[in-house]
């Protein structure tokens, strides 16, 4: 009878610890991507590098401003330039063709070689930078600044200098107007002048 008390004693006493260790398996535990170390950096977001001009579409012989943000800080900035050829031919340029039958506007080739095509440009400490260039060329030019990790491109539309407006015959009528009235008007003096000179002669003759 002993043995039984005993026996059961122990059964309720093993009972009564494993309760809080099954409870304590059955919550849930939190994951490690839930918790938050004060310590530790906030996870890497790479910078987006971008690059801008201050007006997209200019004419020949006029100059952009590039802009330049996101790059790393103080460092050299190489920009290339690539050009396209405008769609519709220059005004007394032919046309060029491709082998596809295709035709594209060329421009002179004076004008090619001025303006580099290849430059550089130096970034502050926040990764800045602004950089102006004048394009000898026309075209459709691509801008594509890189600091050997990040890089961004932007566009740029060159087109021929503003022509002056031909004169037509209504612009030219009223100077031709104009003189042929001056010269009317000269001719009437020209000739009242004569007739004053003959009467002055003649009617001094007859006194």
């Known amino acids: 009878m002993r043995l039984t008390r005993i026996i059961m004693a122990l059964t309720v006493g093993l009972a009564v610890v494993a309760v809080p260790t ?18 530790q950096p906030p996870p890497y977001t790479p910078q987006l590098a971008s690059l801008t001009v201050n ?20 460092r050299t900035v190489t920009i290339t330039v690539t050009v396209t050829p405008l769609a519709a031919p220059a005004p007394g340029q032919a046309p060029a063709r491709r082998s596809d039958g295709s035709t594209v506007a060329m421009a002179p080739v004076a004008y090619q070689a001025s303006a580099p095509l290849t430059f550089t440009a130096r970034t ?10 004048r394009p000898s060329v026309t075209g459709l030019l691509t801008f594509t600044a890189s600091d050997g ?6 566009e740029l539309r ?26 009317g008007a000269g001719a009437i003096m020209l ?3 004569l ?9 001094g003759a007859a006194h």
């Open 22 to 39: 099954a409870a304590g398996a059955a919550a849930p535990q939190p994951t490690p991507s839930a918790t938050t170390d004060p310590t």
């Open 55 to 74: 007006r997209p579409t200019i004419y020949l012989g006029e100059s952009v401003v590039l802009t330049g943000t996101g790059f790393r800080g103080n």
């Open 124 to 133: 502050n400490a926040q990764g800045r930078f602004t950089k102006s260039y």
């Open 149 to 154: 990790e990040r890089s961004a491109t932007a």
């Open 158 to 183: 060159v087109l021929h200098k503003k022509q002056p407006l031909p004169v037509t015959g209504d612009s030219m009528g009223t100077p031709m107007k104009l003189g042929g009235g001056l010269v």
């Open 191 to 193: 000739l009242l002048t």
């Open 195 to 203: 007739a004053w000179r003959r009467r002055q002669r003649f009617g």
